[in-house]
Every structure is written in structure tokens, then in C-alpha cells.
């Protein structure tokens, strides 16, 4: 029990950072109907940001973590959504309306572009970050095992919890959000009724990364050592995190992402450490097949 | 250009340029922006500690650069095309000035951007090429020649494919053929081939695949393991490495088939990153990491390439009575695969006009429609998922038989996008466009190894602006082989 609670735990925080990451996948696919293959880039350069932000405000003097965390966000936040705003201009958007797979080469090949920039310009070594934010908090203790949720962890689940509020009244209470919405059902009726498309799906992306980032920042606090390459593979699992709880979903996004981060967690825990991906997956393919609209998706009508 | 000769009428040059130069100062904004953290700052950590250094000059040089640009390329748009071409020379002197200097006075290298001083070099593309599409736009200008398509490109593709093989049969034997060119023409014969055989699933079916390298592994993996625990030769092995391979495309496509697009693509992704998972930690199998080492290497028609050849095995050399060369079984395996790659690219085209291939080719336009025409989706589906996976598992144990050595290394992701890209790229459905794609990709990169962490950057960027650039591939071909009456001819 007591080890199933720690599982718990670091599963719940795991799957924040993914569902973060799922997010953008998901609005993306929702407004637009492509699979934005550079988003898990995207937050790579979002950790990449954070960390040269750390460092920049220690070379600054701002040693108080609170402060200097707060502010690695915003400026993350920012710069990272300078890269999603500038991936969909010049990838994207001279695609909209081409086929279905034309973007999606377009954003395979922005992925790899992205890759090799952040390895040519900082080079291919992991770069560490040691604790930023460190201890822990034990909760009970169980026949000599201590379950403890680290201060790293509750700032995880926290920020996932704020981010995902402001990110609902976003969309659901905000302009912006009722023109998303208006864009996701019909693009070209929002168009004829004066919503702005371009900047809409413009400001998808940019929401996208700027969430994106935040995982980011919280990767490199978590883990302490990022490299070129941590996109890709979180990069995949949070867009099977998106489809999971059904693509185009908001709350199903947060959930697939919790889901994927429990079952990464509890897999590695209870079986193979080598494995966890491999059971990520497969739980993807049985939902599928039993339930291809993913947990929480709209069934989608097919149209002659 | 008339709409465009309007707006220039109407709006004075000044005005234009005014809000040339806030678009142009906006852009440099958001150069601003992108490079200054990633590119500003460089995270070091050799002594441990992380620090950074600071590459200002770089930011300074990006920014000026798309600030610039963004002007030559906004005058040209506006039809102002002295002014652009003006400044690109001015801009492309200077830079001249500091790239020769540099070479004799290295203390003028503090100017350049980039550690590479090729890089540095390549910079001049970007002036050079405002100035020839200024020209050109010019030329355009003055004699408003009508450039139209070239009517009927598809008459041509029958002899330039006769001519391609051709030129593919006499190149070992070429004057200037050396061991480099050779390796990279197998090479790029092995994605073309694979990109035909993907072109089976995506092209002619529409099923998006994202993981066949999967099947490649399968491939590659079934011969290895079978030559080296059961002593099985080449030849004996390929077909069963076929075979496997579209077992393997049968079990894995029977439970996805059903989905549709965006989804298949999805899952068949994670499935090409399962078997990779598998391949790495299934130890005592397939050797893990560490991979398989002395795959045995086809011979021709029973004869070794070796020098010393085992005992009881002929060698090719001393059958034919000639000197051993290195380079006979570099030719041969490049002949291997040229006639592996022509089988597939036969099969296509004799299949494409079979009832299953016409199934494909419908399945692809209208599935719904085919359902009700009683098609089966899903067998058809699994046919061509299977005969795709076939051609991989083929190319994989060619890939295997070459190498000698395989490793979980050489099939990951990044493959499968390098063989999707071809197949779109090149244009769905279009043979020839694939050989364009693959030697554009494949070929032409390989030739500047030495550049090799800038060549993978160029690739994507590559992916990216011809995506951009013809959306629809290269050679796009998408017609139905077969038209009511003949419509066929009216059209192209």
C-alpha cells in the first residue's frame, strides 16, 4: 500500500508534465486537423530556455527560488512561444488547405530541423541543473517504507492545477476561446462572421507552447539534466496522452496525460523498468481499438 | 502581376516602403526574440558546472539578416526591383569583403557569425539569390514571356525511365565511378526501394504509416539471426525475410486497420518504436544494444567475394579468372539492389492495374463508397500493408547482407520520416518522383558527410521548404489509372 502510494505520487506528477505537453497537441488537432509533430521540439526548447534562464538570473544575483522560478516561467513562456508562433507561420500556415499529409511532413521535418538546431548550437552533451528546488514531505510510514511527495512534485501538481484553471476559463469565458471553438467546428463560418482565423490558430500555437514550456521548466527542476533529444520521445507520449482521452479534448488531454503518467509509473515500478514505453503504447492500441475516439472524444460522424 | 502593377499605381513608393519597413523591423523583432536565449547564450559544462557563454555577435548578425531580407524580398514582392537588387549587392560586398579577408588576416574572423567557416561562406547564398531573383523578375517584366506548364510531362516519364535504368547499369562502370560514388548510389538504391515499397501503403492505399522501419528491422533482423545461428545463405534467407516481414505486417495491421488517417499513423508509429524497444532489450536474441555482428554476405550464384574464400567455396574472382578487387562485391551488391529495387518497382506497376490495385487506388478516394461497391476494407488494407512490409523486410535483409553488422541503432524513427518524406515528397504515387526524392535526400547529402551535423539541419529544412514549396511532392500523381471515356487525355 505504502508502496502503491509513491507510485501514486510520482505517477501523478509524471503525467502533469505530460498532459501539459498534451495540450498543445490536442488544441492543434482540434482547430486544425494535423498532428503538430514539432510540439514535443517545442518543449524541448522550452527546457533549454528555462535552464539558460536559470542561469542568467544567478549570474543576475536573484537567489531566492520563488522569485527566480516565477520569473523562468514568464520568460520562458515568452521566448518558447516565440518559436510556436514562427513554426506555424512558416511551416504551417502556407499549407492550410493543402492535403492532409503535406503538414505533417512539413512538421516532421520542422522537428528535425529544430533538433539539430538546439544540437548544433548547444551541443549534444546532457546539461545539468542541480536542485533547484529540493526535500520532501513524509506523509505516512508504513511497515519501513516512508511515503514522501517532494516539494519538486506538489509545485508540479500545482502549477498543472492553476495552468489547467486559467486555461479552461480561457476557453471557455474568453473571446479568444469562444473564436477557437468557433474555428475547431467550422473554420469557414467563423471566417464569415468576422472571427480572424490566422491569428486564431496563431494564438493556438502560441498557447500550445507557452504550455509547453512550462513542462519544461518543470522537466529540467524535476529531472535536473536535459538534452536536443528529450522532445521526441516525451514529444510521443503525450500525443498518445492527447489521443487517449480523445483528441480534441481539453479535460481528455489532462486525463490521458495522468493516465499515461500512472501507467509509466506503476509499470516500472511493479514489471520492467526497459518496458514502461513499450506498455504506454500498447495500452494506446487496445483503447483504439475498443474505443477509437479515445476516453473522453466525440464520436466523429462520417460524411460522404 | 497585373493585380500587383494596380497597388503599386495606387499607393505611393513611399507609403509602400513605410510599411515594408514596420513588417521588416517586426520580423527582426521576432529574429530578436527566437535567437536570444538559444542561440545568445551557450550552455558549457566541462568542469562540471554548468555556465555559459555569451555569442552575441550571432544574434546580431541573425537579426540584421531577416531584417534585410525581409526588406530585398518585400521590395521585390512590391516591384521595386533596383533597390533591392542595390542593396543585396552592397550587402553581398561587404560580406565578400570580410570572407576573403578573412582567409589572409584571420583577426577579421571575429566578424563571421559561425565557427564553420563554410557556413560563413554559404551566407552569400542569401544576397546572390535576391540578386538572380530580382533578374529574373526584371527579365519577366520586360519581355512578359508566358511561362505554361509543360503540356504532357507525363509522354516523357516512359523513356526517362528507360533512360534512368540505363544510366543505372553503365555507372559502376564509369570512368569517374570510385568506391565513395558506388556506396552512395546502394545506398540511395536501398531508400529508393523502400520508398516504392512504402509507396504501396501510402501512396497507392492511402494508409498513413509511420513505422516501417519496423518491418525493415524485421527484415534485416530475420536474416541476420537466421545466417548466423542456422548458417542459412542470402538467398535462401530473403524470401523467408520477406515472408516474415508481412507476417509481422498482417499482425500488427489486423487490429489497426480499422482506424482511420491520423490514428493508423499514430499507432503504426508507436508500433516501429515497440519493436525497436523489443530489439534492444530482448538480450539473449537479438544481442541488444550491441546488435549482431559477422552477418554472412550473399554470394553470386555460389561464389565468394572474398579473397581467401572458405574452404569448398569458390571465389568470383578466380572462377572468372581475374585480379581481386574490393570493388566486385561493392558492384555486385549494387547491382543486388538495383534489381531488388526494379522488382518493386515492377510489382507496383503491374499490381496498380490489377483488381487489387484498382481496390487500393478506390480505397484511398472513397472508402465509404468502396464499402458499398463490396470491397472489403480491411482485407484490402491488409494486403497492401503486407506487401509493403514485404518489400522492407527485402530491403532489410539486403541492408543486413551489406553492413554485416546490424544494431537497433539503424532502425529508429527518424527512418521511417526519412522514407515517408521520400514517398511524399517525390509526390504520392509517383515512381519516378521517388528516384527524384532519394537522390535529393539521400544521395546529394551523403556527398557532404564532412558537414554532417549541419547536413541534418539542412535536411529537415529541406523537408520543410519543399513541402512548402509544392505541396503536392515534387512530381505530384494522383490520378486514377483508369478514367471513364478517355477523360484522361483531356486533362494532362
Known sequence: MAYFSQQLINGLALGSIYGLIAIGYTMVYGIIGMIN?????????????SLILFLILGSLGVTWVPLAILLVLVFAMVLTAMYGWA??????RPLRGSTRIAPLISAI?????????????????????????????????????????????????????VLMAGFTWLITRTTLGRAQRACEQDRRMAALLGVNIDRTISMTFVIGASLAAVAGLMVTLYYGIID??????????????????????????????????????????YFTVEYKDVAAFSVLVLVLIFRPTGLLGKPDVEKV | MIARAETRADVPASGVLASLLKRAALAAGVAFLLTVGIVGFELVSSTGELEYHTRFGSIVVTVAAVFFGYLAMGLLQAGLIWPAIIGAVVVGAVLLFVLVGSIRDPSLERFLPYESSIVDWSLLMF???????????????????????????????????????????????????????????????????????????????????????????????????LSTNYGLGFWVCLPLAGALAATFGILLGFPVLRLRGDYLAIVTLGFGEMIRIVLINWYWFTGGPNGINNVARPSFFGLDFDRNPDEGVAAFHTFFGIEYSPMQRVVFLYFLILACALVTNHFTLRIRKMPLGRAWEALREDETACRALGINPTNTKLTAFAFGAMFAGFAGSFFAARQGFISPESFVFLESAVILAIVVLGGLGSQIGIVLAAVVLIGIPEFFRELKDYRMLAFGLGMVLIMVWRPGGLLAHRDPTMLLHGRKRGRS
Open chain 1, 37 to 49: 509533430f514539432a510540439h514535443g521540439d517545442i518543449y524541448m526548447l522550452g527546457a533549454f530556455h
Open chain 1, 87 to 92: 513554426v506555424e507561420r512558416v511551416a504551417y
Open chain 1, 109 to 161: 521535418g520542422m522537428s528535425i530541423l529544430l533538433q539539430n538546431y538546439v544540437l548544433l548550437l548547444q551541443g549534444a552533451r546532457g546539461k545539468p541543473l542541480h536542485g533547484v528546488v529540493t526535500g520532501s514531505i513524509p506523509l505516512f510510514e508504513q511497515g519501513g517504507f516512508v511515503v514522501q511527495i517532494g516539494y519538486m512534485q506538489i509545485l508540479i501538481i500545482l502549477v498543472t492545477i
Open chain 1, 228 to 269: 536536443f533529444y528529450i522532445g521526441f520521445v516525451a514529444g510521443i507520449k503525450a500525443f498518445t496522452a492527447a489521443v487517449l482521452g480523445g483528441i480534441g479534448s481539453l479535460p481528455g488531454a489532462m486525463l490521458g496525460g495522468m493516465l499515461i503518467g500512472l501507467i509509466e509509473a506503476f509499470w516500472s515500478a
Open chain 2, 127 to 225: 544576397p546572390v539569390g535576391i540578386v538572380l531573383r530580382g533578374l529574373w523578375l526584371f527579365g519577366k517584366a520586360r519581355s512578359q514571356a508566358k511561362t505554361g506548364r509543360i503540356a504532357g510531362s507525363r509522354r516523357y516519364s516512359g523513356w526517362l525511365a528507360w533512360a534512368l535504368i540505363g544510366a543505372a547499369l553503365v555507372l559502376p562502370f564509369m570512368p569517374f565511378a570510385d568506391r565513395r560514388l558506388v556506396d552512395i548510389a546502394t545506398l540511395t538504391l536501398t531508400y529508393i526501394m523502400l520508398g516504392w515499397g512504402l509507396n504501396i501503403v501510402v501512396g497507392l492505399a492511402g494508409l498513413l504509416d509511420l513505422g516501417y522501419v519496423a518491418f525493415y528491422a524485421v527484415g534485416a533482423y530475420s536474416y541476420a539471426l
